[in-house]
């Protein structure tokens, strides 16, 4: 626990068990340790990731044994993806436990693997200091990776710890003189040029660069569909996501000759098709590489926006502050999405993982109040609640707005409770089309037909239908069910306003 | 499909996506295989894992890629503790996708590996009908394995499939006749003897087999603390399952000089402790392997009753019928139980994973109606509910009863809604203790004091309170909460008569 101290990590997600004992003892001691308790692990692992986004350093956590990390893939799939560093720590059994093969033995090292980048066992006392250093150096190289820590029990409860020596941490390179210099000729080339950015070139100084660098040369900004963090709304420079359909996505990328990538892959869609493409990039269209995600994303933004003589008096291409005005009448996507653009509060932070029903969402809210929004970056559904954990507890002072479907809000819905026991000011919205809606619109798009009464039990989430007031009620959120445009509004002002969470259900 | 069927799996539990589209156009076609659609994957393996307990038999799942698999890692943990076969059918990228890494992208042969004793991706569409076989002929070896076929979009696609050749399922041997002999000669000896029965001789011939031997020897009949299915009450051979506390566990074996396996492991805790040994069992107690989990148990307590010259008339050690009173006044665990014992229907199916709150079941149930127990073979949390799930599917003429500890529920209670769709007979108990009660104990076992506020947070699940009741009501299942025994009492006549699910919360 020192040496996760020492080396800055200031909060642990986790669901203990036995064999996890003597570190919660330590954990009791720590007090500069806060350590989250959720009630699934999948609330954990989303909860380390939505902290790693906001705070720009790993959160721990602690999972109990091979089904307790197996709890938390998931998310941490998503995690990986989304290239945030987090600091698994699983408990196994004592290291002469093992051999018996008990109940709860199982592969802790092979359920790992799949989903971290650092994978260690400590054995001994002497080693988890030394161990978590290591960890800890590995989550926070760039661009930010998991490190998975298995510590054995008896390494946990016998002496001869020692504190681990946190080594510097290296600082993620520019890239060469030439990478520059060749964007800066694909810009002045006078062929359409898009710059699909990634990592921290979509928040802080890289954006910033990245508007005067659009100014200025006429490109035009991108964002993957899957992004970890944008900062976006009135004043930000205003970048586009390229969509999830593939058609949509086709659409908007046709004019472009050149992409250059600034810690983005090329752009793929999420699954093949008989018929279709695997990239929705226009045909000849060349790709430059700018940054890699290792390297200094921001930073090579900048690199760029001097080299193109763009100082800090140069214009931006910025979004225009614009609140749409509230509609009323009955509920819709474009509805809630122009409700929820009037009315968020300045410096949110807004999660999205309303699929199919929320795909006017940045549309409303381009001109609203200065916001950052995190979207799942790796399809694995569930992630929108815990991720809002993760952000309310790395930024205290700003108002989450986290925006489910019902779909896959019922994957992680514990995390409501922890939103509850820490108090969180956070608002969700739950988007209850009570169906896996983008599954009906794929087997359409496969040709296979209009589905029958058994596949449709399995794309409709009705019969029963979920009741999200009560189940936020059972896990101490009080919920409203909003019928209204104008009943949304109500409860979106009084979220925004009260302490602690609160959930709205709107029935699509 | 078509070998499913030809291979006698008649249900699949399910939560599919993108990549499983044609196979659920398959099953849409395919009226023969019953679709049971899970809100969470936990609950998809845990209800295919009550499913073969009950139906003798695999049922399959339907996964989507890495992340689906690893939401349902957990219950195939504790499926795969309890040897009982399962057949996971998970969907992965067309072939020529996966190099794009993509969102969805991961390892799924990996993700699996560790929970799966058979393991395959079919490529081609050729290739599927014969892997399907080859995964039902794993899954249904003895004593019971899980088997996971991943099946590449691009093989689901494309023409060119063929029905499998089911070949015949290879039956379990008998145990060599020296064996037998030698368990009759240890049974001889004059010295005390248990006998510790698991897998199939634990219900059926060999358990009437196991109460023959019992009554004619004087030996004991024990089981496993985690056994995979017992036929328990009035009438059924009287065994003992080892405590989970080692103190306890110690105190029950101290007698006998002599233990028999029948397809059980020897006794090991579950977590190693500083200052305990592993075994529970007495210094110097002789261990016999009558049969090992892989050869046929039933049929090996059937031999040595043989072999002892025990015919159909021979006497056996059975429970004498015992209905406990009903107490009044204040829910406690020792009420509930005898509440249980005293109203439990004939045949009933019960599920238990009560954890610290239930310890008192086995004895107020010893004499009650004949059923069946389920119990939590791989210490993984989060059972109990998909447990009864898939016992009810295969048991449509059984009444099941599903008891869980609040913090356990919480990992997978996305179950209730499953048993509402399918409108299944499942009354639940939640034991709402509001904490990790077993953590508690631990915490001082291990000689770390009182746990302080912030390892109190981690182990209380309190702040706020669950509200079982209304976690029930928004997932379509009617709930009461019940203060005393006689409204406890009530609710449990209620649920069993009443057709669909229920459920009782006992906040003790």
């Given at each position: ?377 790796g399809g694995s559904i569930g992630i929108a609640m815990p991720l809002a954990v993760?952000?309310?507890?790395a930024c205290p002072d700003r108002r989450v707005l986290c925006l489910s479907a ?103």
């Amino acid at each position: 626990m020192r040496t996760l101290v020492a080396g800055g990590i200031e909060v642990c997600f986790t669901n203990p068990g036995t064999s996890e004992m003597h570190m919660v003892a330590a954990l009791d001691r720590t007090p500069r340790i806060r350590s989250v308790l959720g009630l699934f692990e999948g609330v954990v692992t989303g909860a380390a990731d939505g902290y790693a986004r906001m705070a720009g350093k790993p959160a721990c956590t602690l999972l109990h044994l091979g089904p307790g990390l197996a709890n938390g893939m998931a998310n941490l799939h998503n995690a990986r993806k989304a290239q945030v560093p987090i600091i698994n720590i699983v408990g196994d059994h004592a290291t002469y436990h093992l051999r018996h093969d008990g109940p709860l033995t199982s592969d802790v090292e092979g359920i790992a693997r799949p989903m971290t980048r650092w994978l260690r066992t400590s054995r001994a006392a002497s080693e988890i200091g030394r161990d978590t250093a290591d960890a800890i150096l590995a989550a926070r190289t760039a661009p930010g990776q998991i490190a998975t820590l298995v510590i054995a029990a008896d390494a946990a409860w016998s002496p001869g710890g020692a504190v681990g020596a946190i080594p510097a941490l290296p600082r993620p390179l520019l890239p060469a003189t030439e990478m520059i210099e060749r964007a800066v000729a694909t810009l002045g080339s006078g062929t359409p040029t898009a710059i699909l950015l990634a990592g921290d070139a979509l928040f802080g100084r890289g954006l910033v660069a990245a508007g005067r660098v659009a100014a200025a040369t006429g490109a035009k900004l991108l964002a993957p569909y899957p992004f970890t963090r944008i900062e976006r709304g009135a004043g930000r420079a205003s970048v586009e996501r390229i969509p999830y359909v593939f058609e949509q996505a086709a659409d908007l990328l046709k004019e472009f000759r050149h992409l250059i990538l600034v810690g983005a892959q090329v752009p793929v869609t999420y699954f093949a098709h008989p018929d279709k493409k695997a990239s929705p990039l226009a045909e000849g269209c060349e790709i430059h590489t700018l940054a890699s995600p290792a390297e200094d994303c921001g930073g090579a933004v900048e690199s760029l926006a001097e080299a193109l003589s763009l100082g800090a008096a140069a214009a931006t291409r910025a979004e225009p502050s614009e609140r749409p005005a509230i509609p009323t009448g009955v509920v819709s996507g474009s509805g809630i999405a122009a409700a929820i653009g009037n009315l968020l509060p300045e410096n949110a932070v807004v999660v999205d993982e309303s699929m199919t029903s929320g795909r006017n969402l940045l549309t409303f809210t381009r001109g609203a109040a200065p916001h950052d929004l995190l979207a799942n970056t790796g399809g694995s559904i569930g992630i929108a609640m815990p991720l809002a954990v993760g952000a309310a507890v790395a930024c205290p002072d700003r108002r989450v707005l986290c925006l489910s479907a019902d779909g896959s809000g019922m994957y992680t819905l514990q995390a409501l409770w922890t939103m509850a026991r820490a108090g969180l000011n956070i608002t969700t919205v739950i988007f209850a089309n009570r169906e896996y809606a983008v599954l009906k619109r794929e087997f359409a798009s496969f040709g296979l037909g209009d589905p029958g009464p058994r596949a449709r039990d399995l794309f409709e989430i009705d019969r029963p239908d979920l009741d999200w007031v009560s189940l936020a009620k059972g896990m101490g959120v009080p919920g409203t069910r909003a019928a209204s445009i104008e009943e949304f509004a109500e409860a979106l002002r009084e979220g925004f306003t009260s302490e602690g969470p609160s959930l709205i259900e709107v029935r699509l």
